[in-house]
């Protein structure tokens, strides 16, 4: 099984600022990694798949990087909509499927 | 409107069974791969298990193998998870969720349905 490791657990943030969220793979996943916003209450929403491509309607703040086993979402310019733990996934073999732990994105 | 509405969720004892469904609308359903994903209250996503869209290939966790079912009926446009020897750390929200064209990520997800297992 593949492991996602996410860090920080948690990052405090202003509004307006960069946030930077990471995740490391046990082992390689290629560019086989997305990553999703889940606010409470609601549904898990893509963001980013295949490392670097944002999904439909997504704006151009979230951007992500990375292949192999370092991968890295950034929020230029932080919204208040956008506090929100954060998922990454790996989607190397879609039938052994694992997440991150998650980043807690708070207001500073 | 592309949508997923699970159902089927409840209070069971450990032990017991319970079979969750998944209605898809908006989309071709029988075009996709297919998820169950759940989080336990306070916790993490946890991918649960998946199914091609023929059938032919299905994935579990290793925590529900042996266990869980998955299913699919394209005429029916439903998804099922059936849950045999339901243990207490299987209390959770459970969504249904639809894989992106090349399974590239999770594109439309449902709101959930909560299972709880008490005694």
């Known amino acids: 099984e593949i492991v996602l490791t996410q860090s920080p657990a948690t990052l405090s943030v202003s509004p307006g600022e960069r946030a930077t969220l990471s995740c490391r793979a046990s082992q390689s996943v290629g560019s086989n990694l997305a990553w999703y916003q889940h606010k409470p209450g609601q549904a898990p929403r893509l963001l980013i798949y295949s490392a670097s491509t944002r999904a439909t309607g997504i704006p151009a703040r979230f951007s992500g990087s990375g292949s192999g086993t370092e991968f890295s979402l950034t929020i230029s310019g932080l919204q208040s909509e956008d506090f929100a733990v954060y998922y990454c996934h790996q989607h190397n073999n879609w039938l052994e499927v694992t997440f991150g732990g998650g980043t807690r994105v708070e207001m500073k | 409107e592309v949508r997923l509405v699970e159902s089927g969720g409840g209070l069971v004892q450990p032990g017991g069974s319970l079979r969750l469904s998944c209605a898809a609308s908006?989309?071709?359903?029988?075009?996709?791969?297919m998820h169950w994903v759940r989080q336990v209250p306070g916790k993490g996503l946890e991918w649960v298990s998946g199914i091609s869209w023929s059938s032919g290939s299905k994935g579990y966790a290793d925590s529900v193998r042996g266990r869980f079912t998955i299913s699919r009926d394209n005429a029916k446009n439903s998804l099922y998870l059936q849950m045999n020897s339901l243990r207490v750390e299987d209390t959770a929200l459970y969504y249904c969720?639809?894989?992106?064209?090349?399974?590239?990520?999770?594109?439309?997800w449902g709101q959930g349905t909560t299972v709880i297992i008490s005694s």
């Open positions: 908006g989309f071709e359903f029988d075009g996709y791969t």
């Open positions: 969720a639809k894989d992106s064209l090349h399974n590239t990520g999770m594109d439309v």
